[in-house]
């Protein structure tokens, strides 16, 4: 149901962007969600961003991070600027999906993209 691309492995102070596609028999999106796990470390929150645009952003990456959605295609993006060896984790993308013929949303993973930042 979700697909992410975009990781990698950039040096510090680089940038990379991070898509995340919703496919299948889908109504509509909500919510819609970066979280990332480092290792031997619990998964977080990194940003959210509704349906029509309203953002939020864990504060280590207020100011480096954007996220953005194209509602037409049910894909979410992070930009990340600014990159710091302590973002290096696996990225997650979440998402709030109504299925066609269905009144309530279910929340989707999508598989995790990793993200390696060199000092």
């Known amino acids: 149901q979700l697909q992410a691309s975009g990781g990698g492995l950039v040096q510090a102070g680089g940038s990379l962007r991070l898509s995340c596609a919703a496919s299948g028999d889908i109504f509509s999106v909500n919510d819609m969600a970066w979280y990332r796990q480092a290792p031997g470390k619990q998964r977080e929150l990194v940003a959210t961003i509704t349906s029509g645009h309203s953002t939020w952003y864990k504060d280590s990456v207020k100011g480096r991070f954007t996220i953005s959605r194209d509602n037409a295609e049910n894909t979410v993006y992070l930009q990340m600027n600014s990159l710091k060896p302590e973002d290096t984790a696996v990225y997650y993308c979440?998402?709030?999906?109504?299925?066609?013929?269905?009144?309530?949303?279910?929340?989707?993973w999508g598989q995790g993209t990793q993200v390696t930042v060199s000092s």
């Open positions: 979440n998402a709030a999906v109504i299925r066609l013929g269905q009144s309530f949303s279910l929340r989707y």
